[in-house]
């Protein structure tokens, strides 16, 4: 993109010069143009123009150039009221019957009410509704989401101040793929109306003064581009055409028409050995099949770090308990993590991933080094329901998307999705997963009720009393023995007390903790997990002891 626009600017260069060269180099531009991953539909300089529109495909099946090229008219034209109070289309007004059949893609409006640029950019709502392209304010462009789930800029516009004392120079730039796409299903073509001044020439190109200006007959250029000129003394001072053709799709390739699959190291149910099995629905079978192929549900097993990237990116992607998603693009069905802490699925969703994404997983498959977990054996093969009674974050999440009390608030279903166990050795990993468990529970205390109530009790907190201070002497209030308070609302300030010490990573206590996550749990895991679960228990008694006074 960024080639284009400089492109653009070498053209308006007064250094260009204005003969033949120039004359070579702007055709050259135009024939670029339409092969570029995002084409120029309009832009404005100095010393040209270009500004491309629909046309129905009949069009440029008659090629009535003659007529095309006595083109006249710019974006600024639209729906409008004719003289005789009859709605007139755009490109009614274009002085051709084939672009006035045409439909127009980019529009620019001016408001002297608008209190910045006068200007703007509209694009027409059926390409935008066909295409799924929405705006998007920041990044000034039409988007939409590709097939990894990232954002694509189907349709840019790209504002620069002018060198001159004009108006700032205004592009419109869009995805090949998205004009192909839309062309292939209206059967229209692309009909791109073009300027072209030298820069010094433009005193000239228009004189009607004198002999020396000669008109060129029509000159025809690859790609659709016919045109005329206008020469003084034999330099260039003026072109003006048109370039008529059908996009098509020169990114559509073989990775994008046929589905590529990946094999992993793998365990086959059926021969009970662990091989290296392609995830191609042709090289597997079910279990309702006679086959000698493996079943399509062999699991493969990964190490922990393949969890990382989703937890990274929590915009793209969705970590679910037990399901992975990366929006409008894909969904991993199911895995899990056995008691190896290995991540394991099975061979048939793999094969539903993208291609990129069956090499991402490739990159950390390795051999099982436990069976899978009970878990997934219940759910997804004996077709139980896997409760989740020892699972200490599973029953927090459960009990704070239904707890409605005065003194806590869920923020957002975010917050409780965001919780994750740590999964690998990565001190990182362990400390922005206890991070995300203090927003989501310190964070929700509901400091203001906590200090009212705390009065109401007959208690008078201190003004520099925090949420949890608050929370205990409100137990207190209610008649809790003032040691029994502490222990209620301990987990909380453990919580609070380690995001605090993480702050200062590299200090003697953040390293105290990591010694007693391994030395006292057996790892990041298993004390994310016993912390979990006592600020769950510490909930459930906070919850009683308020009674119906903390309910909403």
């Known amino acids: 993109m960024d080639n284009v626009l400089d492109r653009i600017q070498t053209l308006a260069d007064p250094e260009a010069g204005n003969g033949p060269a120039i004359e070579a180099d702007f055709v050259q531009f135009l024939n670029d143009n339409v092969f570029n ?64 059949l045409g439909e127009q893609i980019v529009f620019l409006r001016t408001f002297s009410g608008l209190s910045e640029s006068k200007s703007y950019v509209e694009i027409w709502q059926k390409l935008l509704h066909v295409l799924g392209l929405h705006h998007m304010r ?58 072209f001044v030298p820069v010094g020439t433009a005193a000239v190109a228009f004189s009607n003064s004198g002999d020396a200006i000669t008109e060129v007959p029509v000159r025809d250029a690859d790609n659709g581009i016919h045109y005329r000129c206008r020469e003084n003394s034999g330099s260039l001072v003026w072109m003006g055409g048109i370039q008529l053709l059908s996009v098509t799709r020169s990114l559509v390739d073989s990775a994008r028409t046929h589905t590529r699959y990946e094999s992993y190291m793998a365990f086959d149910w059926k021969n009970e050995e662990v091989r290296e099995i392609s995830c191609s629905p042709d090289a597997l079978s079910n ?65 539903q991933l993208p291609h990129e994404e069956q090499l991402y997983w490739k990159s950390f498959n390795e051999r099982p080094k436990a069976p899978i977990s009970e878990r997934a054996f219940k759910t997804d093969f004996a077709g139980e329901i896997a409760y989740s009674e020892g699972d200490p974050l599973a029953n927090l999440k459960e009990t704070l998307r239904v707890l409605r009390v005065s003194w806590w608030t869920l923020k957002t279903q975010d917050e409780v999705q965001w919780a994750h166990y740590p999964v690998t050795g990565s001190n990182d990993e362990w400390r922005n997963e206890i991070q995300r468990l203090d927003r989501l529970l310190i964070e929700g205390l509901e400091e203001r009720w906590l ?80 912390l979990v679960s006592n600020c769950l228990e510490s909930m459930m008694r906070i919850d009683k002891q308020f009674g119906k006074s903390g309910r909403t």
């Open 37 to 100: 991953d995002h084409i120029v539909l309009y832009a404005s300089a100095r010393n040209f123009f270009l500004y491309g529109v629909l046309v129905p495909g009949t069009i440029a099946r008659a090629h009535d150039i003659d007529d095309l090229l006595n083109w006249s008219g710019n974006p600024f034209d639209s729906w409008a009221i004719g003289g005789d109070n009859s709605i007139r289309p755009p490109l009614s007004t274009f002085r051709s019957r084939g672009v006035a």
């Open 287 to 351: 279990y309702f099949t006679e086959s000698s192929l493996p079943y399509d549900m062999s699991p493969v097993f990964f190490r922990p770090e393949v969890l990382s990237k989703y937890k990274v990116d929590r915009e793209k992607y969705s970590l679910e308990d037990r399901s992975i998603g990366c929006r409008g693009a894909w969904h991993l069905q199911t895995y899990d993590i056995n008691a190896a802490g290995q991540v394991h699925t099975y061979l048939v969703y793999l094969g």
């Open 451 to 530: 200090r009212r109530h705390a009065l109401k009790l007959g208690v008078l907190p201190d003004d520099n009393d925090r949420s949890i201070a608050l929370l205990e002497k409100c137990l207190v209030g209610y008649g809790v023995k003032r040691d029994e308070a502490k222990d209620v609302v301990r987990p909380f300030r453990e919580l609070r007390g380690h995001r605090s010490k993480f702050s200062h990573a590299a200090g003697r206590e953040a390293r105290r903790l990591k010694e007693v996550a391994f030395q006292h749990h057996g790892g990041y895991r298993q004390h994310y997990a016993q």
């Open 138 to 195: 920041e990044r000034n462009a039409w988007c939409r989401l590709d097939r990894h789930g990232d954002i694509e800029e189907a349709i840019k516009v790209v504002e620069r101040p002018s060198t001159s004392t004009d108006t700032g120079e205004i592009t419109v730039l869009a995805s090949r793929d998205c004009l192909a796409e839309y062309t292939q299903l209206s059967d229209s073509d692309l009909l791109f109306m073009f300027d």
